[in-house]
């Protein structure tokens, strides 16, 4: 299935799974793009992090360790998004803010500059697709409509070099056409010029809806999926325990294969925490599962559940090393009880 064919199979939660975000992190401006550096001389003091599927919401304060105003860019990764043939659990139709990204520091909203580049096994196409007028953003009706508008010539040259691929579908019911669909990944990062004052904290406030992937069904909870290596693979990734797979099984029906639930994926970086100097000095996250019947797992020790859908972890001198995966699995509607 290709992407302007599926795109209205997005409202049934065919989504495809992309990383929900990442920490801040230290960063210069370098030839060729922003680039992420260690710095030694700022504390991530404190980090509390909210991760739900309709919005993650991060608190930093930070801490300058000597006596001086320290100047620097600070730069906040999103996730990629790449091509592919499932539509893409993107919430905002914006070809530049995508997940609807906000910022505040000491409570005044920033305005962030924006770098975004297309990418292809690692090598940057950005300045080929910008030269033929096509935007950035695979997953855009735009794009798809931008790339039918091409010449033969700057057809031939996106095949070249293998940004784009050839299909052929009907689109309007009108009968089979070719088309291109492209297949370049769009990496984007806010950044901004950053004054970490002396002899008192920063605040940073950050937003956004994440792009939480979900699949229509699962398999979790079958026989199936403990005995398959990549069931197995998702049971460590996600810190599947005994409770978290009886639960998804006994929702189960006689004459059912797999339960009558759906998949919710959330991911987060964590491990560009560790850029700042020193651990976190005092880490929190609080992880929300949306309703009491959904089901939610993630890797953490001392887990604590505080209320009917919220999850929480709470660290001193922490230093993330894994990112954060989170799958929530929801009840399908109108599923036979």
């Known amino acids: 299935m290709n992407l302007r064919a599926t795109a209205a199979v997005a409202a049934l939660g065919l989504l495809a799974a992309t990383p929900a975000g990442a920490n801040d992190s230290s960063a210069e401006m370098a030839a060729g793009g922003l680039v992420l550096t ?32 320290i100047t620097t860019r600070v730069a906040f990764p999103m996730p990629d998004v790449p091509s592919t043939e499932a539509p893409l659990a993107v919430p905002t139709e914006d070809p530049r803010n995508l997940l609807d990204f906000h910022t505040l520091v000491d409570g005044v909203p920033v305005k962030a500059e924006l770098e975004q580049k ?4 690692g090598v940057d196409r950005t300045a080929v697709l910008k030269g033929m007028n096509l935007p950035l953003a695979p997953h855009l009706h735009s794009t798809l409509e931008a790339l039918d508008r091409l010449t033969p010539a700057q057809g031939k040259t996106l095949l070249d070099l293998g940004l784009v691929r050839p299909d052929e579908y009907d689109d ?19 950044h901004w010029q950053q004054t970490f004052p002396a002899g008192r904290d920063l605040m940073v406030d950050h937003r956004y809806k994440p792009a939480a992937g979900a699949s229509a069904g699962t398999m979790v ?14 049971i460590a990734k996600y810190c599947m325990d005994k409770a978290f797979l009886s639960a998804a099984a006994r929702t189960r029906k006689p004459g059912m294969d797999y339960p009558p639930l759906w998949e919710q994926r959330i991911a987060y970086v964590l491990r560009t925490g560790a850029n700042w ?29 505080i209320s009917p859908t919220q999850f929480q972890v709470k660290k001193t001198n922490f230093k993330p090393m894994r990112d954060l995966d989170v799958m929530i699995l929801l009840p399908v509607p109108d599923a036979p009880q």
């Open 38 to 69: 260690r710095s030694a001389q700022i504390q991530m003091a404190s980090e509390d992090l909210f991760v739900s599927a309709q919005e993650v919401r991060v608190h930093y304060r930070f801490r300058n360790l000597i006596s001086q105003p």
């Open 118 to 121: 297309a990418v292809l096994d």
């Open 172 to 190: 309007d019911g009108k009968g089979m056409k070719q088309h291109l669909s492209p297949l370049w990944t769009l990496k984007t990062t806010w």
């Open 221 to 234: 909870g079958s026989a199936r999926f403990t005995a398959d290596a990549e069931g197995r693979a998702e």
């Open 277 to 305: 100097a020193g651990p976190i000095g005092d880490f929190t996250l609080t992880v929300d599962k949306g309703a009491p019947e959904n089901l939610v797992s993630f890797c953490g020790q001392g887990v604590t559940k």
